[in-house]
């Protein structure tokens, strides 16, 4: 398990109860393991909508991922934003120095305008 291998099959012929509940434990590592290991591919492919299932308040590895993914898709909506923002400028920048004549100018302007906005 520590080196990454993931197996469920814990086959161990012994029917005493420690026993029993080492395995059992050692089973719920592995599911855990298993299912933060498929956020985490998630995440690594950019979506952000899973979430690691938190089994306890001291499950700080589930807790760290789920936090991991609000600031990464917080992160990702301010990119957006600033992106959208940085375009819009460069396009406007860009119509207001192609032409001198007013009426051309307004005219183009209200234009991209309505088209960047989506406005109606």
């Known amino acids: 398990m520590s ?5 469920k ?15 059992s ?13 498929h ?15 938190v089994r306890s308040e001291n499950d700080e590895l589930s807790l760290s991922v789920n936090k991991m993914i609000d600031n990464l898709k917080n992160t990702a909506l301010e990119d957006k934003k600033r992106n959208w923002t940085t375009e819009g400028l460069a396009i406007f920048a860009e119509i207001l120095r192609s032409d001198n004549q007013l009426s051309n100018l307004s005219d183009k302007v209200i234009s991209k305008l309505v088209k960047y906005l989506d406005a109606n």
Request: glycine share 4%; hydrophobic share 40%.
């Open 25 to 37: 434990s050692f089973t719920n590592i592995v599911n855990s393991q298993t299912e933060i290991t």
């Open 9 to 23: 099959n814990f086959l161990i012929e012994n029917n005493s109860i420690e026993v029993q509940k080492l395995i």
């Open 3 to 7: 080196l990454g291998k993931l197996d």
């Open 39 to 53: 956020v985490c591919k998630s995440i690594a492919e950019g979506d952000f909508s899973s979430k690691a299932v």
